[in-house]
């Protein structure tokens, strides 16, 4: 497929335009997940240590999705345990809150991913190790057998995490609160004295506003620390117990806590049931594997959005009529062998409903209940040929996010059949190795279903046959379609055949492939260039396909000069690690839009790069190196020089040039692995370069190499980052007299300089920011392009303030969802606005801020708001334009936590 073929199937898919037009500002064009909470995800990623365990994560990532990090499949749908965890701690309503998000990732780390078990790793040592945290039916997850406490000698304590003292240790550590317990090194943990918990509340209370106690690594307490634990006032208490007496569930059950959340918990006395039943919040026990007590149940289905319990192992028909009641998505995903009367109690769950390791389907009723969403039935042993029609024959199973999930061994000739017969394009994943016959292949691939065989490794011959007669003719799907026929384990690639109408069919990407035969490769070389019209409307021949190996870790020479005897639009080899000077050369030759897993770029190898084509079409095409984190300044010169092609100015920060995107440490604006510092060398010759310099993950920016890069000639300069983050005076200084446009993943700005330059270009620059000083406000303030930041936590400058009011702000409301402090000369301007608010506030304990707030014409919301002064209550309850939670509900904070 041509670039100008590209850009106009682009325009029939909204995303990919939308991305493209990105690439084409050269703004970051930043992967997230749909539910847009993947926040944590990243947090949690940018806390791993071991370059090997971010290459492998960041390459499930990339197979599977960002998604099913915390859903069981790629597009969303059922949480896995992971998922459930986040969904505790996050909603949907936080998805435009990053700071919530990087916390809730924070606290993340000290969850135990399977309570189950008896030394359980948490989610935060699986992603130390380079695994996904959970399940997933795009990969299964092995066993946790080897992560266990006596093999963890590479993960360290963090800060803060409890030093084996029993002493509290406060501030954000680690798990965003203050932690007892485990030190790192397997011992069990330590109790905590009553003396201990009641300054823990209170010093919690005050430090978060309210906030989160967390303490996920204590696994007993008595009741007089369970009844002293329970005066914490604020939005939820975790704790890692085991077990559950009656006396500590009485006393939990006094909870003033919004919510309790005891992850740990696995199993509950009748008499420990009955009493924490009573509890004023909503009760979180998602480690359950036991639940028998009816109260308990209905207590737990009673809490809003989704219900899950991914341990739970059997349930009673009365419990399971109890939490069918839940008015959201209910996944039972440790449910295997269900009675057919739990069966039919479960059919009638008023929500959606999810039984991703059900062995037996016997009722109709759960059949159509299932099929109302995503079907998830990867370990159904057998289906009957009415339950398959059932399953597949739901309306919106042939959009994006439907999806059937069924084992391969359960699909007999007669089931295939009824699969085979639906009209829709239903996306159908079939589970298991096989067997595989060659009359089931073809049944399946003359129908209309989207095919996707998970764990076949390979094909016969006669499946290759049957594969390439069924998909000739097939165009690429769309970039939120599935292909005809989808084999992401297929291991080699050794059919011509197969080659050639796999890659037709589904753009040319082949996930799991890790080797290929030099018949596939010359297939795939052959394929002809695509015709396009030109300048002067002249037919050109140009490069079609974007190729795409990411599991790929060799190219030999012999393989690369067949497969790049044509030209393609793009080349992905994330993945390659061994490779010759001659096959860079060949790859660099052959694509304008080049990414290379490649762990180092030598000089010699930099030079290869000379000859990279130059592609305008496509915002000058680009060269991406996701893991080189040591470049050599001499490799850098060379690069640069390599890949330079000039630089044209049009006024202002608008610049162009016709030399690639170079980037470094990242791929689709996602950091990946990074460079640790920027050495002011390093920094001289890449500050040299020509087009538009992406650097992500930057552990380090010292001032000199700041100071270096101030010269920068090209377009865009984009930086991430721990470094990126927070600048010195001096960085942001000289970053502030950068030529082109500056985007960076800063959060603090207190530069004056830089918020001068801030005010000249686009919005992208400011999502990132938490605090802006009072000086910089003022400066940034005198922009006239639309802005937003979601991630304002302070809100004390009334000239910021007359910013939102005034417009050029995106969107219908004036959103600041992270919001937890404001001036009182700040709320009075905000009241003039004539959008309403949606402000993240947890505390309002000023009368001033509340009546400025409260004569807002548009109104607001203030979701989150957790404590208030008796004197605010008074106020809110004679407004009609603002919206709280129940006012009833809200705490008095002491006259020690009111801030005057």
């Known amino acids: 497929m041509n670039a100008i073929s590209y850009i106009r199937r682009a325009t029939r898919h909204r995303l990919s335009l939308l991305l493209l037009g990105a690439a084409l500002l050269g703004m970051p064009t930043d992967v997230h997940a749909l539910c847009g909470l993947d926040g944590a995800v990243r947090e949690q990623l940018r806390n791993v240590d071991d370059p090997e365990a971010v290459r492998a994560l960041t390459q499930r990532i990339r197979l599977h999705g960002t998604c099913s990090v915390c859903h069981f499949t790629k597009w969303g749908g059922p949480r896995n345990e992971y998922g459930s965890a986040i969904n505790t701690l996050l909603t949907l309503s936080d998805r435009e809150d990053p700071v919530r998000q990087r916390d809730a990732g924070r606290r993340m780390m000290d969850i135990p991913a399977n309570p189950l078990l008896a030394d359980s790793p948490t989610f935060g040592e699986l992603f130390q190790q380079g695994r996904f945290p959970a399940r997933s039916i795009e990969t299964p997850m092995p066993p946790f057998d080897d992560v266990s406490a006596t093999s963890r000698s590479g993960l360290q304590a963090r800060p803060g995490s409890g030093d084996g003292s029993g002493e509290p240790s406060y501030g954000r550590d680690g798990s965003g609160e203050p932690s007892y317990g485990r030190d790192g090194s397997g011992d069990p943990s330590y109790g905590i004295t009553v003396a201990q918990a009641r300054e823990l509340v209170q010093k919690v209370e005050a430090e978060s506003r309210f906030g989160i106690l967390q303490l996920s690594k204590t696994y007993e307490i008595t009741p007089e620390v369970a009844e002293a634990l329970a005066g914490f006032r604020g939005e939820m208490l975790i704790l890692g117990l085991k077990s559950l007496s009656p006396e500590v569930a009485a006393a939990l059950a006094k909870s003033q806590t919004a919510n309790v959340w005891l992850h740990s918990v696995t199993s509950v006395s009748p008499e420990a049931a009955e009493a924490i039943s009573t509890l004023r919040g909503h009760l979180v026990l998602t480690g359950l594997a036991e639940l028998n007590s009816v109260p308990l149940a209905e207590k737990l289905a009673a809490r809003p959005g989704a219900l899950s319990f991914p341990y739970l192992k059997r349930v009673t028909p009365e419990v399971a009529a109890a939490l069918a009641k839940s008015e959201g998505r209910l996944t039972l995903a440790g449910l295997t062998d269900v009675s057919p009367e739990v069966q039919e109690k479960l059919a009638e769950t008023v929500g959606s409903l999810s039984l991703p390791s059900l062995k037996s389907l016997d009722s109709l009723p759960l059949a159509k209940k299932l099929a109302a969403s995503v079907v998830l039935l990867p370990e159904v042993e057998r289906l009957s040929a009415e339950h398959a029609e059932l399953l597949i024959g739901v309306k919106g199973q042939e959009s994006i996010w439907g999806r059937v999930c069924l084992p391969l061994a359960a699909v007999t000739p007669e089931v295939a059949n009824v699969l085979a017969a639906n009209p829709s394009t239903v996306n159908l994943t079939l589970v298991g190795s096989g067997p595989l016959s060659d009359s089931l292949l073809r049944t399946l691939l003359r129908s209309r279903l989207k095919l996707t065989l998970r764990d076949v490794e390979e094909l016969t011959a006669e499946q290759n ?45 082949f996930p799991g492939v890790t080797e290929i035969s030099p018949e596939a490769a010359a297939a795939l070389g052959a394929l002809p260039e695509q015709e396009y019209i030109g300048v002067e409307r002249k037919k050109i021949m140009g490069p079609s396909g974007n190729l795409d190996f990411p599991s790929l870790r060799e190219l030999s020479p012999e393989t690369a000069r067949l497969l790049l005897r044509k030209r393609w639009i793009s080349i992905s080899l994330p993945a390659l690690q061994e490779v010759s000077l001659e096959t860079v050369r060949l790859l660099a030759r052959q694509s304008a839009r080049l990414t290379l897993g490649i762990p180092a770029l030598p000089p010699e190898f930099a030079g290869a790069f000379e000859e990279a084509p130059t592609e305008m079409t496509l915002g000058g095409g680009s060269i991406a190196f996701p893991y080189v984190t ?13 890949l330079n092609r000039g630089v044209e100015s049009r006024g202002g920060n608008v610049r162009t040039s016709k030399s690639p995107r170079l980037i470094f440490g990242g791929e689709q604006g996602r950091a990946v692995a990074g460079f640790a510092t920027l050495s002011p060398e390093l920094a001289k010759e890449l500050a040299k370069y020509e087009g538009i310099l992406e650097i992500q993950g930057l552990g380090e920016l010292p001032d000199e190499s700041a100071a270096a890069l101030a010269s920068f000639p090209g377009p865009y300069l984009i930086l991430s980052g721990p470094a990126a983050e927070k600048l010195s005076p001096a960085a942001a200084e000289s970053l502030s007299k950068i030529p082109g446009v500056l985007l960076i993943s800063l959060r603090e700005l207190d530069s004056v300089p830089l918020a001068e330059r801030f005010a000249r270009q686009i919005s992208r620059t400011l999502d990132n920011l938490e605090t802006v000083s009072r000086e910089a406000a003022s400066a940034l303030c005198k922009t006239k392009q639309t802005f937003r930041s979601p991630a304002l936590t302070v809100l004390d400058s009334p000239e910021l303030a007359r910013r939102f009011v005034e417009g050029n702000t995106t969107g219908s409301a004036i959103t600041l969802p992270a919001l937890s402090d404001v001036s009182p000369e700040a709320a009075e301007i905000l009241r003039e606005a004539s959008k309403p608010m949606y402000l993240g506030l947890m505390v309002l304990d000023s009368a001033a801020i509340a009546r400025s707030l409260s004569k807002s014409r548009p109104g607001g919301n203030l979701p989150r708001l957790r404590a208030a002064t008796p004197e605010v209550i008074a106020i809110l309850k004679e407004s009609t334009s603002i919206k709280t939670p129940s006012l009833d509900s809200l705490y008095v904070p002491s006259e020690s936590n009111v801030r005057r």
């Open 465 to 509: 046959r049957i594969a390439a007669e069924a998909l000739a003719g097939e165009s690429p799907h769309g970039p939120l379609d599935l292909p005809r026929l989808s084999l992401p384990s297929l291991r080699k690639l050794d059919s011509g055949l197969l080659a050639e109408a796999l890659g037709e069919s589904s753009g040319f990407k």
């Open 630 to 642: 040591d470049l050599s300044p001499e490799a850098a010169r060379i690069l640069v020089k390599s």
